[in-house]
């Protein structure tokens, strides 16, 4: 049985990918305590971390073809789509190829939004940069990285103890985001076919190649929503530090999408 609508089980269905650091366990369990039971969750891991080292010849393409193939494993044509960082990325590079089974997009300061405009070369020279340092350099100039100048980045909200296994994988999880960030081609006009909501959440304390990153896509979606979350930034975002107001966000951005459409292609 194939769910052709917005929901399931009278719950909007919704994929939810986490970002280069914490797996999606950890990464949406407040906002997911937010929601209840007032939505179908699907919480779906990078595939760049599928095995104990990033697949061969790694790039987007998995991550677009992974979000695909959970969709189509629970039976899901058309569904709402959240993403946070690197997960974001992979989104966005999902909505260019299949704008079509998406009714909304959430995004959580993606990572990359497409080739890097002129304005944002410096940033990324340095970010480029950061990835090519030790592993144990690597996440603490990773982490200043995403701040403003003159400003601490919070600390991850990992359980006590040694690290987690899992963060074994993470430098060479970057590192293979980073190759693919700079190799793949991401068709933007495709955005323009995006008939649902594209919301964007950005922290106010985060590095302005985020705030750059929405004003750019702005001029793409047809259906565009920023929203600055005050004294938030990327490690500590909404969906962690915020999780009731971001659920109060997302709930009649999810609710409205069919109206949306419908509207959308009346105009059309």
């Known amino acids: 049985m194939t769910i052709d609508n917005l929901t399931a089980n009278g719950k909007p269905v919704v994929i939810f990918v986490p970002g280069g650091i914490m797996p999606g366990e950890l990464a949406y369990v407040p906002l997911l305590q937010a929601l209840g039971d007032q939505i179908h969750p699907i919480v779906k891991d990078l595939e760049v971390y599928a095995t104990d080292t990033p697949p061969s010849g790694y ?9 695909r193939r959970v969709a189509d494993s629970a039976g899901i044509n058309r569904f709402h789509l959240v993403g946070y960082s690197a997960g974001g990325a992979s989104s ?3 909505t260019a190829k299949y704008p ?11 990572a990359w939004v497409g080739t890097p405009t002129p304005e944002d070369a410096a940033d990324w020279a340095e970010l480029n940069r950061v990835m090519t340092l030790p592993p144990e350099e690597q996440m603490q100039a990773f982490a200043r990285w995403q701040m403003l100048p003159g400003f601490q980045p919070p600390s991850l909200p990992l359980p006590p103890g040694p690290p987690p296994a899992w963060m074994s994988k993470r430098p060479a999880g970057m590192q293979a985001f980073s190759r693919a960030f700079n190799t793949y081609q991401l068709d933007q006009a495709r955005f323009r076919l995006m008939e649902g909501p594209v919301y964007f959440a950005l922290g106010s304390l985060s590095t302005r190649f985020y705030e750059r990153a929405a004003h750019r896509l702005a001029g793409l979606f047809p259906n565009f929503q920023l929203e600055e979350y005050a004294g938030r930034s990327h490690f500590d975002p909404p ?21 949306s459409l419908n509207t959308y292609r009346m105009k059309a």
Not at 59 to 67: A, F
Not at 100 to 110: H, K, M, V
Not at 239 to 259: T, Y
């Open 100 to 110: 079509d089974r998406l009714n909304s997009l959430a995004l959580i300061e993606p």
């Open 239 to 259: 969906q962690r530090a915020e999780p009731e107001r971001f659920a109060r966000a997302m709930l009649p951005i999810w609710s409205r999408a069919e109206v």
């Open 59 to 67: 790039s987007l393409d998995m991550e677009v073809e992974g979000i």
């Open 92 to 94: 966005l590079a999902f």
